[in-house]
């Protein structure tokens, strides 16, 4: 008996490696390129590029998310904690926002950002206060402390991410043209 061969995962014939000779080689398989050749096995018409693309997105969104809550972890915070702080960090002083503009900036419920802010407030990090332009809307502040802590965490986030792109052996060229690629495709789905 015969046995019929595989074709290879059309991925690999899109791979801009073996399209520029002058590119470095590819990197060693990785979990996608196992779940790509098997669609190849049983659907050798499906172009899987996509497939391949998301997959990685989403394995290396929840790797680094599971490292980034690590990372904000010795300060008592999590990473939903830290995008409330980061945002009224950037927001610039006197690092005041409403509930309503975190909540639109970090795509939360009014609900899922209560939740957040009660803690925050509880732990001296932020505090609310009546709109004095609206008798029913809050503003939002950062302490002095909450400053100083996310601060401290973004630094610590921001080498736990530089430890990663390290780890690949991105360069800083390398690095840049993966986020204007990344930023391309974000900005093409509407998120």
Do not use: C, N
Request: glycine share 8%.
């Amino acid at each position: 008996m015969t046995s019929t061969p595989r074709p290879e995962p059309r991925l690999r014939e899109q791979d801009p490696a073996a399209q520029h000779p002058a590119a470095p080689g590819p990197a060693a398989p990785d979990p996608v390129d196992a779940i790509i050749a098997q669609w190849a096995v049983v659907r050798p018409d499906l172009d899987t590029v996509p497939m391949a693309v998301f997959g990685r997105i989403y394995r290396l969104a929840h790797t680094m998310g599971t490292r980034m809550e690590k990372a904000y972890a010795p300060y008592g915070i999590a990473r939903g904690e830290f995008d409330v702080l980061g945002t009224l960090r950037r927001s610039g002083e006197p690092y005041t926002l409403s509930p309503r503009e975190l909540s639109a900036t970090l795509m939360l419920t009014t609900g899922g950002m209560t939740g957040r802010l009660d803690k925050l407030e509880r732990a001296g990090l932020l505090f609310r206060s009546p709109d004095p332009h609206d008798r029913r809307g809050l503003r939002v502040t950062l302490t002095e402390r909450g400053r100083e802590l996310v601060d401290e965490a973004v630094a610590a986030g921001l080498a736990v991410q530089r430890a990663a792109l390290e780890a690949a052996a991105l360069d800083e060229t390398e690095a840049q043209q993966l986020s204007a690629l990344l930023r391309k495709l974000l900005t093409a789905t509407g998120a």
